[in-house]
Nanobody, 122 residues
């Protein structure tokens, strides 16, 4: 069992930055693929970024603006978000799954955090 707790969300103006953190419980954090997803009001949950071992992958909408990283010693995964846009407004979730999870496939992730709100004002 893995428990995930996100933090770092908030209100920011367009063009600003935020860094989300996701702290994981358990001693096998390094063996999990980690992902970030988001869900805006009235929309489906969508993939944002992920990391397997040290390889990262991103949705086209955030490439060049967001950076996903992990610190296995701290059992934490991060999402650095720069050049934020109003359309980035959503609840952001982190998730953990097996390393074999298909990139961006939410159904493949076994554990989810409670989410953190990110609001970008124009």
């Amino acid at each position: 069992q893995v428990q995930l707790v996100e933090s770092g969300g908030g209100l920011v103006q367009a063009g600003g930055s935020l860094r989300l953190s996701c702290a994981a419980s358990g001693r096998t954090f390094s063996s999990y693929a980690m992902g970030w997803f988001r869900q805006a009001p009235g929309k489906e949950r969508e993939f944002v970024a992920g990391i397997k071992w040290s390889v990262t992958y991103y949705a086209d909408s955030v490439k060049g603006r967001f950076t996903c990283s992990r610190d296995n010693a701290k059992n934490t995964v991060y999402l650095q978000m720069n050049s934020l846009k109003p359309e980035d407004t959503a609840v952001y979730y982190c998730a953990a799954g097996a390393m074999g999870v298909i990139d961006g496939d939410a159904a493949g992730y076994d554990y989810w955090g409670q989410g953190t709100q990110v609001t970008v004002s124009s």
